[in-house]
Nanobody, 115 residues
Framework: QVRLVESGGGLVQPGGSLRLSCAASGNIFRLSAMGWYRQAPGKQRELVTIIFSGGSTNYADSVKGRFTISRDNAKNTVYLQMNSLKPEDTAVYYC?????????WGQGTQVTVSS
């Protein structure tokens, strides 16, 4: 079983920055693909970015050049650095762990971009 706990959400003005963290329990973290998804009101959950066990990454076009995902295997933690935030980035952000054909989810953290 994997437990994921997100932190770092909040209210930020347009153009500002936030860093999300996701701490994972268990011993499969370094073998897992870790991702960040988001879900805005009335919309489907969407993939924001993913980092694979080898360190390669993918980003949604909407966040390329603004968001950066990273992982610290020693701390079982994945990070999402979000810069140049826009109102359309407002959503609940969820951490995801994918391992052995199974998905694990965190409880989500709210990010609100507003002046």
């Amino acid at each position: 079983q994997v437990r994921l706990v997100e932190s770092g959400g909040g209210l930020v003005q347009p153009g500002g920055s936030l860093r999300l963290s996701c701490a994972a329990s268990g011993n499969i973290f370094r073998l897992s693909a870790m991702g960040w998804y988001r879900q805005a009101p009335g919309k489907q959950r969407e993939l924001v970015t993913i980092i694979f066990s080898g360190g390669s990454t993918n980003y949604a076009d909407s966040v390329k050049g603004r968001f950066t995902i990273s992982r610290d295997n020693a701390k079982n933690t994945v990070y999402l650095q979000m810069n140049s935030l826009k109102p359309e980035d407002t959503a609940v952000y969820y951490c995801n762990c994918y391992y052995s054909s199974r998905d694990y989810w965190g409880q989500g953290t709210q990010v609100t971009v507003s002046s």
